[in-house]
């Protein structure tokens, strides 16, 4: 169980910009990664990886004027015609709340703070996220100009990577990457930023992830970044890289092979005219590296796990991938034993 004053204080993090009321000592202790309320009763986060029941007791209307609050200052609206949504903090963190009748009683809340978002690639090596040699394979990765697809589970450290990707692009580049929710800090000179927009009450003037990434194109983008992909946009992706523009985005996976699988699926959610024999090639034409990220399941840590290029060729439907690194496995004392 932990208490308000279980943090070194000296390592608080400046003012958010918004009093967080019952948890805002959570917001700013740099320990605590991500915070979720399943009720008023239940608050929860999650520390070095772990996850921690918390001793902070709140009241409906406490939980609902915190949220309210979040929205006020990101822009977003929340109803019972738009149950689900998905906001910036004014630090960068992102929230989600889920409402009844979606949820079975309380308002479900999660905020995910991005603790290493700053972090550039040498940044990333000395906290132990990959070795030292692996920094040099990403930025020349980065400088041939490939295309880049980060994959990994939730909170695996997909978008502080991708964040540290962007920031060895040259500076003489125009950079557009489009997101759900602005996440990426993005350094560069010439860059625009845009954002999905929901529907208004009228149930008009949404923009989705598709519609940004077709305007981005008349743009004169040098490279696309995209921060997520989940469903038919992966189709206006690859078409995207598949003309020439070189780009990054991140997808949900268990592995660098698994997010190509799900990479040749999720067009298919684009319309029915979408066949898996014109999407593999076009897969395979349009990525060149997948890099797998994970969390390691004894001590909590974010590491870099895989890095795969795609050779381009293909056997039936199944994408040739050529694995330039792999992290070695620790094997357990007592595994080695029965060996």
Known sequence: MMTSNSFDRNR???SLGMDFGAINN???????????????????ISRFGRTELTNV???P???????????????????????FVDARLPDGSRLHVAIPDVTAEHWAVNIRKHLMSGKNLDELCKVGSFPSEVTKILRDIVFSRGNILVSGSTQAGKTTLLNALIAEIPQY???????????????????????????????????????????????????LVV???????????????????????T???????????????LPLLAGENISSDFIAPTVARSIDYVIHVGIDSKSGERRLREISEVTGRLEGNVIEMHQIYQI????????????
């Open 26 to 44: 959570l917001m700013v202790d740099p320990t605590v990664e991500e915070i979720w309320i399943n009720s008023p009763q239940k608050v929860f």
């Open 227 to 249: 921060g997520e992909i989940r469903e038919a946009e992966s189709l206006d992706l690859l078409i995207a890289l598949n003309s020439g523009i070189p780009g990054m985005a």
């Open 328 to 339: 070695e496995e620790e094997v357990n004392l007592s595994d080695k034993a029965h060996q």
């Open 251 to 265: 997808i949900h996976g268990n592995s660098a092979r698994d997010a190509v699988r799900k990479l040749q699926t």
């Open 173 to 223: 580049e125009r950079v557009i990457t489009i997101e759900e929710v602005f996440e990426l800090r993005c350094v560069l000179p010439d860059v625009v930023s845009l954002q999905t927009r929901s529907a208004s009450l009228e149930g008009t003037g949404e923009i989705s992830l598709r519609d940004l990434i077709k305007e981005s194109l008349r743009m004169r983008p040098s490279r």
């Open 12 to 14: 608080v993090q400046p």
């Open 61 to 83: 209307e406490l939980v609902e004027n915190l949220v309210e609050r979040c929205l006020m200052w990101g822009g977003r609206r929340l109803d019972r015609s738009h149950p």
């Open 57 to 59: 007791l709140m009241t």
